[in-house]
């Protein structure tokens, strides 16, 4: 059942939430010494996969990176500046779209029989549309690791790479690493940077 919130405020949640989730939340670059679990990333993803895609195609998909020599290989696809810290992360998330998504939507649109074949004629339209949305899938799922008290170093790698490395079977396509490390490393509390006011970043027509 869908609830209705009611904003009495500018915003429907309260400053310490507000706060956890983007304003004194930082980039983790340092990691502590926590270990970020296997059951803590369930019960984020099993959070943010109610956000929104288009018609539910929930393209997202995700590598979890924690053996040494996983994590050597990753390590490998890494611009010089972020191997380091790849290296020493608790945990690596590589996120990436599945080009194939239309595969599940006999189970993700039970009520849209016609959906799957919709999509299987056209791979170019079927990579756009992934990405697309598993774009707008890993922003919920970033602030939902720090919905669940956890820090996120989001970072680039070499995605033609890394889809070679570990992609070849499947299809995926990467197009983000996160470092993942509980929010009480040494640099979490450092000043934020400037941010665009509304002004600047919007047009209002």
């Known amino acids: 059942m869908t609830q209705a919130l009611e904003a009495t405020a500018p915003l429907a949640i309260d400053d310490a939430t507000a ?3 983007f304003r004194t ?6 990691f502590a010494e926590s270990e970020v679990t296997d059951e803590q990333l369930t019960a984020v993803y099993d959070l943010i996969k109610w956000g929104p895609t288009m018609m539910n195609t929930s393209p997202l998909r995700m590598l979890v990176v924690r053996t040494p020599e996983a994590r050597q290989r ?3 696809h890494m611009p010089e500046n972020n191997k380091e810290r790849v290296a020493k992360a608790p945990v690596t998330l590589v996120l990436a779209s599945d080009p194939d998504f239309h595969e599940r939507l006999d189970v993700l649109i039970p009520h849209n029989p016609g959906a799957r ?7 170019a339209m079927r990579a756009g549309a992934a990405r697309t949305s598993a774009l707008l899938q890993a922003g919920y799922l970033l602030v939902g690791l720090r919905a669940a008290g956890l820090a996120v170093g989001p970072m680039n790698g070499d995605y033609a790479g890394i889809d070679a490395e570990f992609f070849a079977e499947s299809g995926w396509k990467g197009f983000l690493v996160v470092n993942v490390s509980a929010a009480d490393g040494a640099d979490t509390t450092r000043p934020r940077a400037p941010r665009l006011s509304f002004d600047d970043a919007a047009q209002v027509v």
């Not at 939340?25 to 340092?30: E, G, I, S």
């Not at 074949?117 to 791979?123: T, V």
């Open 19 to 21: 706060d956890r989730l």
């Open 25 to 30: 939340a930082r980039t983790v670059t340092t």
């Open 74 to 76: 990753l390590v490998g």
């Open 117 to 123: 074949e919709m999509f299987a004629g056209d791979a």
